[in-house]
């Protein structure tokens, strides 16, 4: 079992940075893949980024590419999320989630363990 707890959302002006973590309980997190998806009212969750185990194969979806990275510290057992130049359509709850096995995908069926979200607001 992986129990995930993300933290750092919140609402910043269009442009604006924020990072967002993700906890993870479990002395076997290095093992697992990760990954970032956002789902916005009204719309189907959508892959943002992922990572695997080592973090040497990183993916991002192409409407944040050039604008996000993701990375993870297996010491400290936590993923994070730098977002840049946000836009409005950025505007979503973000999950960050793990997979077993050590290689990511961008889709979220794959995923084992999800956190609660947090909430990611962009005002223009």
């Known amino acids: 079992q992986v129990q995930l707890v993300e933290s750092g959302g919140g609402l910043v002006q269009a442009g604006g940075s924020l990072r967002l973590s993700c906890a993870a309980s479990?002395?076997?997190?290095?093992?697992?893949?990760a990954g970032w998806f956002r789902q916005a009212p009204g719309k189907e969750r959508e892959f943002v980024a992922a990572?695997?185990?080592?973090?040497?194969?990183?993916s991002y979806a192409d409407s944040v590419k050039g604008r996000v990275a993701i990375s993870r510290d297996n010491s400290e057992n936590t993923v994070y999320l730098r977002m840049n130049s946000l836009k409005p359509e950025d505007s979503a709850v973000y999950y960050c989630?793990?997979?077993?096995?050590?290689?990511?995908?961008?889709?979220?069926?794959?995923?084992?363990?999800w956190g609660q979200g947090t909430q990611v607001t962009v005002s223009s």
């Open positions: 989630a793990c997979k077993a096995g050590r290689y990511s995908n961008s889709d979220y069926r794959d995923y084992d363990y």
């Open positions: 479990g002395r076997t997190f290095s093992s697992y893949a």
């Open positions: 990572i695997n185990w080592s973090g040497s194969t990183i």
